[in-house]
């Protein structure tokens, strides 16, 4: 590691080589030891030196990594790892209404299950899209609660595909408020998107187009007699790719496509959806992600 005093004086190319590094560090933690946080530790890296919560956890996960945080390593803890931090109440997030309707949901259809998971104490997550800053560092955003929280997750094959956490709640949420009119939804999940949609007054029908007759089944059993609104809501076993081409013309006014898992394996599926944006300018297209998955794509940042 570069030891970099200020990141308004680095090279692009500096740059681009810290992002790597922090996203990679965040990436190898969150997807194979999510469980390596000690909370303890944690609180007594705060009370003993004095520090906030979330520069207390930049601390542990920098000792974990092996970085320098006080030496060679200054600059990118203080510029990259530090800002990544956001302790997050817990209680905006689960005064969300569909969590009073899913409640404790939980059956399994196939190689899907939808169940209930559990965040320990300071366990980390993605909470939002990543803040790329003026000299384009980007620096990921990565939430943490002081307590357990509970959400409804689908899993495929054990593999959480679906879940409830914030990142899920906030990314979704510009679609949420930009539907109206006939909505199309490609990709069914929980049905989050599906349950605010069809929420809204002004939404007058809602479409979900998923390929998995398994996810539409389970969901069909145990989250839509739930929904307030399920009235609204027809379900459609079809690919995303061959209902655009011989379905939608003509009979939409708002697509939200959520498809993918993460950005990581979005980005092609995005390109490839893109281009019916331009096919249908009298529909407004919304894609879970686009900020992420823009950033993936923009070489300045890699």
């Not at 320990?120 to 990543?130: H, I, T």
């Not at 679609?175 to 007054?201: C, D």
């Not at 939200?256 to 893109?274: E, V």
Request: charged content about 25%.
């Amino acid at each position: 590691m570069d030891a970099l005093r200020d990141p308004c004086g680095l090279s692009p190319e500096q740059i681009r080589r810290c992002n790597n590094q922090v996203m990679r560090l965040f990436s190898l933690y969150l997807n194979l030891m999510p469980g390596a946080v000690d909370a303890d530790a944690i609180r007594r890296i705060a009370d003993e030196c004095c520090l906030p919560l979330p520069e207390a956890y930049a601390q542990f996960l920098a000792a974990s990594a092996g970085f320098d945080a006080a030496g060679a390593d200054r600059a990118f803890y203080d510029f990259w790892l530090k800002p990544a931090m956001c302790p997050l109440d817990p209680a905006p997030f689960l005064a969300d209404p569909y969590f009073a309707v899913a409640g404790a949901a939980a059956g399994t259809h196939g190689k899907w299950q939808l169940k209930e998971e559990k965040l320990a104490p300071f366990e980390a997550f993605v909470c939002r899209d990543p803040v790329v800053t003026g000299d384009r560092r980007m620096i990921p955003q990565i939430g943490f609660f002081k307590e357990p929280y509970a959400y409804p997750a689908m899993l495929e094959n054990g593999r959480e595909w679906m879940t409830l956490l914030p990142n899920e709640t906030v990314t979704t949420a510009p679609a949420i408020r930009q539907a109206t009119g006939r909505v199309l939804t490609y990709g069914l999940g929980l049905g989050y998107f599906a349950y605010h949609a069809a929420q809204k007054p002004d939404v007058t029908s809602v479409t979900v187009v998923d390929i998995s007759p398994d996810v539409i089944e389970l969901f069909r059993e145990h989250l839509l007699p739930r929904f307030p609104h399920k009235e609204k809501i027809t379900l459609v076993c079809d690919d995303a790719f061959r209902f655009a081409k011989t379905h939608m013309a003509g009979r939409f006014d708002f697509v939200f496509a959520d498809i993918w898992h993460d950005a990581g394996d979005g980005r092609d599926l995005y390109l490839k959806m893109l281009p019916w944006r331009t096919r249908y300018p009298d529909m407004t297209f919304a894609f879970w992600l686009e900020d992420t998955i823009r950033c993936y794509l923009d070489p300045t940042l890699w």
